[in-house]
């Protein structure tokens, strides 16, 4: 005979995983942080480690019931081996992992994380320990990868009014190449159809998170300068402490903000935002340095060296929690503010 209870499981069984996603914010992101620093280090532009993390993220977008595609565009760069030797040229494929969220307008949203990690250009950085196989580049930038895949996973089952456009992106660090390719995918139309490009790059490091929009547009799409000061009073409202460049170094003006793949955006002028973790008051306030000097920070940053952005070492140097800590902040603000964007209604914060 069969069990009253049956159909209700099966129910439960069938609707539990493709409804919202209880657990809290920046759980499946730190994870995802930590899986791609683990089982991915040295992740450089055009390597097959590089090949193997895109793999992984398009499986992991399968898993949440997208239809991801890899974008493959050539690289060229020359680098350095690690323990000295003669620079190498290195001619090769690197990919962006793409997926969408349709829209019943026309319109999009781009959010995008770079997923590679550093190589040594030049002698001095290979012999400093800049880039290489063993970086695991967690606060650069596995952990902006893992904040794109929860949102991506919390705002699969959605039916926006915009459709979301999620990039991760390859080969950041030789030049910005996967943000450049996928703008140069796009046709002039398809640009002006971009409401705004949000990116999130390196937040775990930094004193301080901060918002900023894109010095090329910040003039031109005032979207850029209210999106941020939304995001700023989203922050406020949930008690999480977000800034934005105070703007004491004449070459970043106050508000905007520098260097990671949003750039090839706004350069092409599609306004932008980005979310980043450092310090603008320290060092020569370029937003390069990211904490206090210390014996843990001889130079008071972590970029590109596989000693210092390795999961032990910051889960050791950095105040407690900040692995979880960041990663769940970035979910809380900008997953209402692509809701927002995107013409949702605000879902339930947990
Ligand atoms: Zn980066």
Same mark, same amino acid.
């Given at each position: 005979?069969?069990?009253?209870?049956?159909? &209700?499981?099966?129910?439960?069984? =069938?609707? &539990?995983?493709?409804?919202?996603?209880?657990? #809290?914010?920046?759980? &499946?992101?730190?994870?995802?942080?930590?899986?791609?620093?683990?089982?991915?280090?040295?992740?450089?532009?055009?390597?097959?480690?590089?090949?193997?993390?895109?793999?992984?993220?398009?499986?992991?977008?399968?898993?949440?019931?997208?239809?991801?595609? =890899?974008?493959?565009?050539?690289?060229?760069?020359?680098?350095?081996?690690?323990?000295?030797?003669?620079?190498?040229?290195?001619?090769?494929? %690197?990919?962006?992992?793409?997926?969408?969220?349709?829209?019943? %307008?026309?319109? =999009?949203?781009?959010?995008?994380?770079?997923?590679?990690?550093?190589?040594?250009?030049?002698?001095?950085?290979?012999?400093?320990?800049?880039?290489?196989?063993?970086?695991?580049?967690?606060?650069?930038?596995?952990?902006?990868?893992?904040?794109?895949?929860?949102?991506?996973?919390?705002?699969?089952?959605?039916? #926006?009014?915009?459709?979301?456009?999620?990039?991760?992106?390859?080969?950041?660090?030789?030049?910005?190449?996967?943000?450049?390719?996928?703008?140069?995918?796009?046709?002039?139309?398809?640009?002006?159809?971009?409401?705004?490009?949000?990116?999130?790059?390196?937040?775990i490091?930094?004193?301080?998170?901060?918002?900023?929009?894109?010095?090329?547009?910040?003039?031109?799409?005032?979207?850029?300068? %209210?999106?941020?000061?939304?995001?700023?009073?989203?922050?406020?409202?949930?008690?999480?402490? =977000?800034?934005?460049?105070?703007?004491?170094?004449? *070459?970043?003006?106050?508000?905007?903000?520098?260097?990671?793949?949003?750039?090839?955006? *706004?350069?092409?002028?599609?306004?932008?935002?980005?979310?980043?973790?450092?310090?603008?008051?320290?060092?020569?306030?370029?937003?390069?340095?990211?904490?206090?000097?210390?014996?843990a920070?001889?130079?008071?940053?972590?970029?590109?060296?596989?000693?210092?952005?390795?999961?032990?070492?910051l889960q050791t140097h950095l105040p407690e929690g900040r692995l979880g800590q960041r #990663?769940?902040?970035?979910?809380?603000?900008?997953?209402?503010?692509?809701?927002?964007? %995107?013409?949702?209604?605000?879902?339930?914060?947990?």
């Open positions: 005979m069969r069990s009253p209870v049956a159909p &209700l499981a099966v129910f439960l069984v =069938l609707v &539990l995983p493709l409804t919202a996603l209880a657990e #809290p914010h920046g759980a &499946l992101a730190e994870r995802e942080m930590r899986a791609l620093a683990e089982q991915f280090p040295g992740r450089m532009a055009g390597s097959e480690r590089e090949r193997a993390a895109a793999e992984y993220l398009a499986g992991r977008l399968a898993d949440f019931g997208y239809e991801p595609v =890899l974008r493959a565009f050539p690289v060229t760069y020359s680098f350095h081996p690690l323990g000295g030797g003669d620079a190498r040229e290195r001619e090769a494929v %690197s990919h962006n992992v793409v997926a969408e969220v349709a829209g019943r %307008s026309e319109r =999009l949203i781009i959010v995008g994380a770079h997923y590679d990690t550093a190589v040594a250009r030049n002698a001095g950085q290979a012999e400093a320990g800049i880039g290489g196989p063993a970086l695991e580049g967690v606060d650069d930038n596995a952990s902006g990868t893992g904040a794109l895949l929860e949102l991506a996973r919390r705002l699969a089952d959605a039916e #926006p009014e915009h459709g979301i456009r999620f990039i991760f992106f390859g080969a950041e660090e030789v030049g910005l190449l996967g943000a450049r390719h996928a703008v140069a995918e796009m046709d002039e139309q398809e640009r002006e159809r971009v409401v705004l490009m949000i990116n999130i790059d390196s937040i490091t930094g004193d301080r998170l901060y918002v900023h929009a894109g010095p090329s547009t910040i003039d031109s799409h005032p979207i850029a300068a %209210s999106t941020r000061d939304e995001a700023l009073g989203i922050a406020a409202g949930l008690g999480i402490e =977000l800034r934005t460049n105070p703007g004491r170094n004449a *070459d970043y003006p106050e508000g905007t903000g520098c260097c990671s793949d949003q750039a090839a955006f *706004d350069e092409a002028g599609i306004p932008v935002i980005n979310l980043e973790a450092t310090n603008w008051n320290l060092g020569d306030l370029d937003g390069y340095q990211q904490t206090e000097i210390s014996d920070f001889p130079a008071g940053e972590t970029w590109h060296k596989a000693r210092l952005d390795r999961l032990n070492y #990663p769940a902040e970035v979910v809380a603000i900008l997953l209402p503010l692509i809701e927002q964007l %995107s013409g949702l209604p605000a879902a339930d914060q947990d």
